[in-house]
């Protein structure tokens, strides 16, 4: 059988998706009208035969129950369940510290998911190539531009084979365009011992210092980073991933459907266009349908309140009881839970925030990313400025005022235009 860990992460983590992780962990955002990591689980859902998820972060216990909760109701079919990290220990580090429960009930292969990409999860796919192959691991790849590939994890493969080379996180010059997308797939019966042999190289290297540290009197390790500190923290990308490339057994999906990383709080903007797209493609019943004034895709919670003369879209997400006054325009943006929009404002390329409220003929607006960026600042008079505005919670926009390319603390009131600033 197949299983599947999703890599949530900690509270520490998010905080490049300022100012909305402040009000909610990042994974449990709403993207398209569902939390980042439904969408990961949706697609997990899809494979034949798995039956079991196990969400691993270090995020406090609670943080999970609820969306735990009702994913299990619309997906009966998979049990599903939050494991906790006592401290962020990698990437490589949380699967190993809890391998006795990912290795419970034999499964022959599991894959991992990074929660924070956005993409079409061609898990099938990547069961196809590891039976085909014999495989040890499948990464999932893409292709993106030179310029954004080195800061990604980037393969070198056999275009004929499908066969990884070479992998190499984050490399400093050019190796490939390639990219890893943060999806895995591994064979039960190698990987632990993978991971098993780096912790015995690491003890038996001179990185071990002979004192015993303070707390517990087992050997401590010299640090570059905070990370590498703790010698339980293993980095799937730098400590395994390289070495897996030696073995012969390590494939590459690539895919040439969508993919994006949600780290920045403007990322969500891009993904949110990409899952409703997506969503628009399967003829999603969830999805408003077209109308003269709905350019799809556009999703409205069942609890918002949009003005018939509001025009929306396209890749408009509106949450629950928002409200959406008359004469509105809304496009590329996501509104979440509680907002009030007034008549006649204008709102493109943003974000806002739970109870935000925006004034009558406002304008709050960010710029579109250039697509195939993969990232959301752009360049203005030469300037490095915030492509997606974002308001975070309970802001306020007067009447008529105009807020562009800004990223906006929660609680502000903004009483006057705004043009490029972080506002706090
Ligand atoms: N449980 C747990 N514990 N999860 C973690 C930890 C940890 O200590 N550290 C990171 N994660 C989770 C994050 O929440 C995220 O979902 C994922 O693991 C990867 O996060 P990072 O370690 O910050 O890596 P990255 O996003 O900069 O790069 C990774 O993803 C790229 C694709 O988005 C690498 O795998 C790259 O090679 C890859 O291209």
């Known amino acids: 059988?197949?299983?599947?860990?999703?890599?949530?992460?900690?509270?520490?983590?998010?905080?490049?998706?300022?100012?909305?992780?402040?009000?909610?962990?990042?994974?449990?955002?709403?993207?398209?009208?569902?939390?980042?990591?439904?969408?990961?689980?949706?697609?997990?859902?899809?494979?034949?035969?798995?039956?079991?998820?196990?969400?691993?972060?270090?995020?406090?216990?609670?943080?999970?129950?609820?969306?735990?909760?009702?994913?299990?109701?619309?997906?009966?079919?998979?049990?599903?369940?939050?494991?906790?990290?006592?401290?962020?220990?990698?990437?490589?580090g949380g699967l190993y510290h809890f391998r006795d429960a990912i290795l419970k009930n034999k499964p022959e292969r599991f894959f991992v998911l990074n929660s924070d990409v956005c993409c079409s999860f061609p898990l099938g796919e990547m069961l196809n190539l590891f039976e085909e192959k014999d495989a040890e691991a499948v990464i999932l790849g893409t292709r993106v531009s030179n310029e954004a590939a080195t800061n990604f994890g980037c393969i070198v493969s056999d275009a004929h084979t499908k066969r990884v080379?070479?992998?190499?996180?984050?490399?400093?010059?050019?190796?490939?365009?390639?990219?890893?997308?943060?999806?895995?797939?591994?064979?039960?019966?190698?990987?632990?011992?993978?991971?098993r042999s780096v912790i015995k190289r690491r003890t038996t290297r001179p990185r071990l210092v002979s004192y015993p540290s303070s707390e517990n009197l087992e050997p401590s390790f010299f640090a570059e980073d905070e990370d590498a500190e703790k010698p339980e923290v293993l980095r799937l990308e730098q400590d395994i991933l390289s070495d897996l490339a030696d073995s012969n057994r390590f494939f590459v999906h690539e895919t040439k459907d969508f993919w994006r990383q949600i780290k920045t709080a403007g990322s969500a903007v891009p993904a949110n266009a990409l899952y409703l797209q997506q969503a628009f493609q399967a003829q999603s019943d969830e999805l408003t349908?077209?109308?003269?004034?709905?350019?799809?895709?556009?999703?409205?919670?069942?609890?918002?309140?949009?003005?018939?003369?509001?025009?929306?879209?396209?890749?408009?997400?509106?949450?629950?009881?928002?409200?959406?006054?008359?004469?509105?325009?809304?496009?590329?943006?996501?509104?979440?839970?509680?907002?009030?929009?007034?008549?006649?404002?204008?709102?493109?390329?943003?974000?806002?925030?739970?109870?935000?409220?925006?004034?009558?003929?406002a304008r709050v607006e960010g710029t579109p990313t250039p697509v195939g960026s993969h990232s959301t600042s752009i360049i203005k008079n030469g300037v490095k400025v915030q492509s997606i505005t974002i308001l975070g919670k309970e802001c306020g926009v007067g009447d008529e005022v105009r807020v562009q390319n800004c990223i906006c603390l929660p609680f502000k009131e903004l009483k006057r235009d705004v043009t490029n600033e972080v506002i706090m």
């Open 289 to 361: 349908p077209p109308s003269a004034v709905i350019v799809p895709p556009v999703y409205i919670h069942p609890t918002a309140q949009v003005d018939p003369s509001a025009k929306l879209g396209p890749n408009v997400s509106i949450g629950p009881r928002a409200v959406v006054g008359a004469g509105a325009r809304l496009k590329e943006s996501i509104i979440l839970e509680d907002v009030e929009i007034k008549h006649d404002a204008c709102v493109l390329y943003s974000i806002i925030g739970w109870g935000s409220r925006v004034g009558a003929w």
């Open 165 to 195: 080379l070479h992998y190499v996180e984050k490399p400093e010059s050019h190796i490939s365009n390639l990219i890893n997308c943060g999806v895995y797939l591994f064979a039960t019966e190698t990987i632990f011992p993978s991971i």
């Open 1 to 92: 059988s197949t299983k599947a860990v999703i890599l949530v992460g900690g509270p520490s983590r998010g905080t490049r998706f300022r100012p909305l992780s402040l009000d909610v962990p990042k994974p449990l955002f709403d993207v398209a009208g569902h939390p980042i990591i439904y969408h990961s689980l949706k697609a997990v859902a899809k494979v034949p035969g798995l039956r079991e998820v196990i969400l691993v972060g270090y995020y406090d216990e609670t943080v999970f129950r609820d969306f735990i909760k009702d994913a299990s109701k619309e997906f009966p079919h998979l049990r599903i369940q939050y494991l906790r990290e006592y401290q962020a220990l990698g990437t490589a």
